[in-house]
């Protein structure tokens, strides 16, 4: 599988902006996809998921009411719509893939299998 984020920017705190995973060499409807971020001199952390090709995606708290994931299962793409940005949404953002996980371990970056390359997303205050 790969993958290929794209959206990224400089904005200003309030705005929105929407990053887009294009997934290539197929994503089964169990693989779980993901949405990841790394802040600049932060572990990167879990933003949101669709769980085994679940219609429901599943956010950290620091995002929920904000971003909205969602997916087009025809064309392999997974989508997130991020509004209200703050300068601490600045960071690079990464889609995954993971292949076996558990609910559980949505959150948990070592649980997935493929990454892209990541797409930087800069909020100005």
């Known amino acids: 599988v790969q993958l290929q984020a794209s959206g990224g920017g400089f904005v200003q705190a309030g705005d929105s902006l929407r990053l887009s995973c294009a997934a290539s060499?197929?994503?089964?409807?169990?693989?779980?996809m993901a949405w990841f971020r790394r802040a600049p001199g932060k572990e990167r952390e879990f933003v949101s998921a669709?769980?085994?090709?679940?219609?429901?995606?599943h956010y950290a708290s620091s995002v929920k009411g904000r971003f909205t994931a969602s997916r087009d299962n025809a064309k392999n793409t997974m989508y997130l719509q991020m509004t209200s940005l703050k300068p601490e949404d600045t960071a690079v953002y990464y889609c995954?893939?993971?292949?076996?996980?558990?609910?559980?371990?949505?959150?948990?970056?070592?649980?997935?299998?493929?990454w892209g390359q990541g797409t930087q997303v800069t909020v100005s205050s």
């Open positions: 995954a893939v993971g292949r076996r996980l558990i609910l559980s371990s949505i959150g948990n970056e070592n649980a997935y299998d493929y």
């Open positions: 060499g197929g994503t089964p409807s169990r693989d779980t």
């Open positions: 669709f769980f085994r090709g679940g219609s429901s995606a």
